[in-house]
């Protein structure tokens, strides 16, 4: 059974800092391509962040370019968002998603995790 499961969401002050953490089971990590999405009530899930298997490739939204960050660890099936400079417009229930190969897409993605609430206060 492949399990996402996020972590590391919470209320945090305009201009702070989170570090969500997504850890991966029942599937081959290191194959494959990692992506973070957000969602508010009412509105369509919006791409974030997404990595390669390996790491050394990753791609931002331009909302969140400059102050996100992700990376993974494959010896630990885990991957990361790092949020600096957080802004209210965060504010969103975040996923990690699992693909074949990088995009931004969600349909390009296979599995996803519950997701973490992420809120930004001003």
């Known amino acids: 059974q492949v399990q996402l499961v996020e972590s590391g969401g919470g209320l945090v002050q305009a201009g702070g800092s989170l570090r969500l953490s997504c850890a991966a089971s029942?599937?081959?990590?290191?194959?494959?391509?990692m992506g973070w999405f957000r969602q508010t009530p009412g509105k369509e899930r919006e791409f974030v962040a997404s990595?390669?298997?390996?790491?050394?490739?990753?791609y931002y939204a331009d909302s969140v370019k400059g102050r996100f960050t992700i990376s993974r660890d494959n010896a630990k099936n885990t991957v990361y968002l790092q949020m600096d400079s957080l802004k209210p417009e965060d504010t969103a229930v975040y996923c990690c998603?699992?693909?074949?190969?990088?995009?931004?897409?969600?349909?390009?993605?296979?599995?996803w995790g519950q997701g973490t609430q992420v809120t930004v206060s001003s």
């Open positions: 998603a699992a693909a074949s190969a990088p995009s931004t897409r969600s349909s390009g993605f296979h599995y």
């Open positions: 990595i390669n298997w390996s790491g050394s490739s990753t």
């Open positions: 029942g599937l081959t990590f290191n194959t494959h391509a």
